[in-house]
């Protein structure tokens, strides 16, 4: 008998929760049999002192898959494993009702039960289906795309393409920090990285097919009210997409997204797993070209088998980040404000990149501007690279995950206007569900004490 176990790890912060084991034995010949046991799983990457932890705040990047998500997953890998597209028999069709249950619940949840659900393997997958399914359907007259300058490589890649391929694609440019440091003063109200709606209409016509913006931008947060951009994009007929990636499951959603068409995103984004995300449709009249075929699944929009265990934990982890909404997003902005103060009281002439948030904004709006958990810092005379290296216990960025291979600084921050060496200089943080206020302090701390240590080694 062949045995291969998973050794008992530990959570951070204490966490508990119950982990299946699966031991495979190979003892009655060619048909592989399956053990399955609860196995008691405490303080993952915990160490004996708090000063060793490992302290995670990339949370834009990825989060932990809830261990309430697990749970929710493991029946469908052991148990409901039957393929989904296999009807001929009680098992394919028990997966079947699951992953209809599935999405009929992520429709109530995202607001939209009248709307339909394409499963995908995630956010990437999702805005691909969106821009050149719209842009390249056969039936689709219109020519022209527009799209956000900052917002994720995913919608800038794709429109690249499309546009080699004839398509006219025209970016959109965000209001950048000296326009709103010369606009206070008139009352401007839209926050840096934000797109405006005048700079919208100007480029609208009645030969966009589809315009396509990020909800919460992954590098500094910024967050767009979508509504009147919805408004002036149906009046000229044009589709309105939104990449949602880093806003589903960490605002109240239905407050700046009503409108939309097309919603694109992930589930590893809202502590569920990699490799499963969705693209919401909003509105019966999209039409879509598929961008994978072969087998027809989905009503022939995405063909491959469906991840049942995947989609199933995206469900749970969407009900869990709704239900909790409301306590969380609180949580989270205090950590972020306690992040910000530790740092600034460490730190002479720190700068905040991207939008304020409402207890620093002179402005009258009483919604977010800002993602939660996101801080994006500019280091005064230090190379943000650097600096994270001097800190190998605090996982952080300088920049979008899909984009740290790149030597360039980040094109979110060029876009907002700043320049390339106050780029270079800054780091962005992503707080998250299971980082503590200690984690927070511990982590100012160390980032506080090798900046020092640089600038008395640059100096």
Same mark, same amino acid.
């Given at each position: ?18 982990? $299946? ?58 148990? =409901? ?58 039936? @689709? ?28 694609? =025209? ?74 990636? =880093?806003?589903?499951? $960490? ?17 590893? $984004?809202?502590?569920?797993?990699? %490799? ?18 072969? %087998? ?40 972020? @404000? ?12 720190? $700068? ?108």
């Amino acid at each position: 008998m062949a045995n291969r176990a998973i050794r008992d790890v530990r959570l951070p912060n204490g966490l508990l929760f119950l982990f $299946k084991k699966a031991i495979f034995n190979v003892a009655w010949g060619d048909t592989p049999v399956f053990f399955y046991q609860k196995v008691n799983v405490s303080r993952l990457f915990q160490t004996d002192s708090i000063e060793a932890q490992e302290i995670y705040l990339d949370n834009h990047a990825t989060t932990a898959v809830d261990p309430r998500v697990v749970d929710a997953m493991v029946p469908m890998m052991i148990r =409901q494993y039957a393929n989904a597209g296999s009807i001929t028999h009680e098992p394919g069709r028990l997966a079947a009702r699951i992953l209809e249950q599935a999405k009929g619940q992520m429709l109530e949840l995202l607001g939209t039960p009248q709307g339909d659900l394409v499963f995908t393997s995630g956010a990437t997958e999702s805005v691909n289906l969106a821009l050149a399914g719209v842009c390249l359907h056969p039936r @689709q007259k219109r020519r022209r795309l527009l799209i956000g300058s900052i917002d994720h490589r995913a919608v800038l890649d794709c429109a690249r393409k499309l546009h080699k391929s004839g398509l006219s694609v =025209q970016s959109l440019q965000p209001q950048q920090c000296l326009q709103v440091q010369s606009s206070e003063s008139q009352g401007s109200s839209t926050p840096i990285g934000a797109y405006r709606i005048e700079s919208l209409q100007e480029h609208l016509s009645e030969d966009v097919a589809l315009v396509s913006l990020i909800l919460g931008n992954n590098e500094i947060g910024s967050l767009q009210d979508m509504r009147p951009v919805a408004d002036l994009c149906h009046s000229y007929g044009a589709l309105l997409h939104l990449d949602a990636t =880093q806003a589903v499951g $960490k605002i109240h959603f239905d407050a700046l997204s009503t409108g939309a068409d097309l919603v694109s995103f992930s589930a590893h $984004k809202f502590y569920g797993p990699k %490799g499963v995300g969705g693209l919401l449709i909003c509105n019966d009249q999209v039409k879509l070209t598929p961008q994978i075929v072969g %087998g027809g699944q989905q009503n022939n929009l995405r063909s491959g088998t469906l991840n049942t265990a995947g989609i199933v934990g995206m469900a749970k982890a969407l009900e869990v980040a709704i239900a909790e909404i409301t306590t969380e997003l609180p949580r989270i902005v205090q950590l972020r @404000q306690q992040l910000w103060k530790r740092l600034q009281s460490g730190i002479d002439g720190l $700068k905040l990149n991207g939008p304020s948030w409402l207890e620093d904004s002179r402005s009258p709006r009483t919604t977010l501007e800002r993602l939660p958990g996101n801080l994006n810092v500019q280091f005064p005379s230090v190379d943000g690279q650097s600096l994270m290296l001097r800190v190998p216990s605090v996982a952080l960025s300088s920049g979008s995950a899909c984009s740290s291979a790149e030597p360039q600084p980040s094109h979110v921050l060029l876009g907002i206007g700043l320049s390339e060496d106050q780029a270079r200089c800054s780091l962005r943080f992503g707080i998250g569900r299971f980082n503590t206020a200690s984690q927070i302090d511990l982590a100012a701390d160390l980032i506080i004490s090798a900046y020092k240590e640089l600038v008395d080694f640059v100096g």
